[in-house]
């Protein structure tokens, strides 16, 4: 599939595991399951990481701000 806009990238995303970097470094792992035109995105399954990767917990179901994300990438795991 090919991604002609940002927004595409994402949409490719939907329902995979992601990584999202947020601003203040934290780092939450979960599956994409929405976003909007802002990039405020929701996760399911989600966990928090420390920089290490190292799980510090678990958060479930989590809505992000877009203006606090950084990236989002897809997660290897």
Do not use: C, W, Y
Not at 2 to 18: G, Q
Not at 33 to 49: G, P, Q, Y
Request: zero cysteines; a neutral charge.
């Amino acid at each position: 599939m090919e991604t002609d806009r940002p927004l595409d990238a994402l949409n490719i995303a939907r329902n995979k595991r992601v990584i999202v970097e947020l601003k203040n470094k934290v780092q939450i792992t979960g599956n994409l399951k929405a976003f909007d035109i802002h990039i405020n995105t929701v996760l399911a399954d989600a966990e928090e990481h420390d920089e290490s990767g190292a799980l510090k917990r678990k958060l479930g179901t989590v809505f992000i701000r877009g203006d606090m994300i950084v990236l989002i990438s897809p997660s290897p795991a």
